[in-house]
């Protein structure tokens, strides 16, 4: 497998590529910047990415997908729960972008709800849905790969903010202790924000449980 960890944009979020070195098909994780650097690392990688992944609709996390499908192609995946939060003007593109023309363009290609997988070459990502930071919330899990991409649900001894629009604290403690914490101990936690961590060390550790 090909992983690497960018951090981008103006809150310096976690953008995640992944391929898959047979096949050579490749997924980014939330793009919320630096679209240029990433498509210049699939190129030198001779990667074709075939999905753009969206945790939630954030700008934070979404700003640059639209550009990044411009340069490499690859279809914009993200839950309907938050298709609506694209155009809010406080957290979605809403808030960054100036023009109504523009705006309108930010629509993703494909959804897609808990249970769904993501078959990229050999590797297999499971949908999970983990509400709470925003009502569409999803995380993408790698069995085999023992590996989660968790957005804003969980962090390195904390959590996501719950007082945005559709926000839900009580939501997100559930996602996480039902969804992230059942996992095996030993899967690796890759946060929309800050350093990995795992599974058994938030379960243990993380002062909000």
């Known amino acids: 497998m090909i992983f690497e960890t960018f951090m981008v944009g103006m809150l310096q979020t976690n953008c995640y590529l992944v391929g898959d070195e047979h096949s050579r098909k490749a997924v980014v994780i939330d793009p919320g910047g630096d679209s240029q650097r990433i498509a210049r ?3 030198e990688e001779g990667l074709e990415l075939s999905a753009i992944l969206n945790t939630h609709a954030h700008f934070d996390h979404v700003m640059e997908c639209w550009m990044l499908k411009s340069l490499t192609g690859g279809e914009i995946i993200m839950h309907p729960g938050d ?8 957290v979605g593109m809403g808030a960054v972008m100036k023009s109504a023309v523009d705006l309108a363009a930010c629509s993703i290609d494909r959804q897609v709800r808990g249970g769904d997988q993501i078959e990229i070459g050999s590797l297999i990502f499971h949908v999970i849905e983990t509400p709470g930071h925003t009502p569409g919330h999803v995380s993408f899990h790698l069995p085999r790969e023992k ?9 390195a001894g904390s959590i996501g903010r719950t007082d945005f629009p559709g926000g839900s604290y009580d939501q997100l403690i559930r996602s996480v202790r039902e969804k992230i914490f059942t996992l095996p101990g030993e899967t690796l936690v890759y946060p929309g924000h800050g350093p990995e961590t795992t599974v058994d060390r938030e379960r243990t550790t993380n002062p909000f449980f």
């Open 41 to 43: 690392r699939l190129r």
């Open 83 to 90: 298709e609506g939060l694209l155009s809010d003007r406080m």
């Open 147 to 155: 590996m989660i991409f968790v957005g804003d649900t969980l962090f």
